[in-house]
């Protein structure tokens, strides 16, 4: 056999291969896809969208976010809109609001749309709107001074969870880092957690998690579906543990996706309390960096 005429055998031999592996190949590619919706909260905008509320959502639509998760609800407002008013713009963006954050108002008595003030209308508004869960977004220090606070917050939580279950809407908490330290010989999160689960649920803020000195995964472990939203935002790797895009820092985001299931998560929302970068430079980089996980 001439050189090429071996050459030439190799090279069809060699190509044939390759046409028989491509069904094979086309299928494991298949398999790993990103994760769909991918939401932001809106929080991580909070300088931005009070300039230019429709702009800055028409830029975290371009950037590829399908959801989003509102802040700052308060008499019957969303960002100064109606519910009607800020839906129509979401809607006009390709987006949706499945969540939204909520205060307690303990601390603030005469703020309306908290879980102690005009709550009803609250919910009524959300399910306007078109969410499908109301996070309690944060307990103020002067709310959470003893053990029998977050026991009182127990009973709160059940009581917002029944209201919220009349309109097809799951209440829900959304955690920091203070409910992981030990108050008089108890963990505050394992109060909340006695919640009654079918209306109180968790939305895990991983960076926080993390920052405690916890496993998200672990917490999946001891208590399953119980976590239908996730906050994804990173820890950096530095002395000071500070915020970081998603991808950049020290969170195993895939091992998280692994365990979604365990998790029950629904849904999750990059989010960043403070970036280093224009926030949404920080977003770009973080949903480029999700969309390389695999789903």
């Known amino acids: 056999m001439m050189l090429t005429e071996k050459i030439s055998r190799q090279s069809f031999l060699k190509a044939g291969a390759l046409a028989l592996a ?24 909070r300088d931005q969208l009070p300039k230019d509320l429709e702009g800055t959502l028409r830029k975290v639509a371009d950037l590829g976010y399908k959801e989003v998760e509102t802040f700052g609800y308060s008499d019957g407002k969303f960002f100064n809109k109606s519910p009607k008013e800020f839906k129509t713009i979401l809607s006009g963006l390709g987006l949706k609001a499945v969540s939204g954050h909520y205060l ?42 003893k053990l029998d606070d977050y026991k009182g917050y127990a009973e709160l939580f059940n009581k917002a969870g029944e209201v919220c279950k009349k309109h097809g809407i799951q209440f829900g908490y ?14 505050p999160y394992d109060i909340l957690l006695s919640t009654d689960k079918k209306l109180v649920q968790m939305e895990l803020d991983l960076y926080w998690v993390v920052y405690a000195g916890k496993d998200p995964v672990e917490l999946f472990k001891q208590n399953p579906g119980r976590f239908p939203l996730l906050h994804f935002k990173d820890v950096a790797k530095t002395e000071k543990r500070e915020f970081a895009e998603v991808g950049t820092g020290s969170i195993d985001f895939q091992r998280i996706l692994n365990n ?36």
């Not at 709107?129 to 307990?139: D, W």
């Open 104 to 145: 307690a108002g303990v601390q603030m008595p005469n703020m309306k749309g908290t879980l102690k003030n005009d709550w009803e209308r609250a919910v009524a508004d959300a399910a306007e709107l078109g969410q499908k869960y109301m996070m309690c977004a944060y307990l103020f220090p002067d709310e959470r001074k």
């Open 174 to 187: 959304h955690n920091h880092d203070f409910e992981f330290m030990p108050l008089e010989g108890q963990m």
């Open 22 to 45: 491509s069904p094979l190949l086309f299928k494991l590619d298949a398999q790993a896809k990103a994760p769909e919706n991918i939401g932001l909260q809106l929080y991580t905008l």
């Open 260 to 295: 979604s299931k365990l998790a029950g998560m629904k849904h999750f929302f990059v989010e960043q309390d403070v970036c280093k970068r224009p926030p949404l430079e920080s977003i770009a980089i973080s949903i480029e960096n999700v969309k390389k996980l695999n789903a």
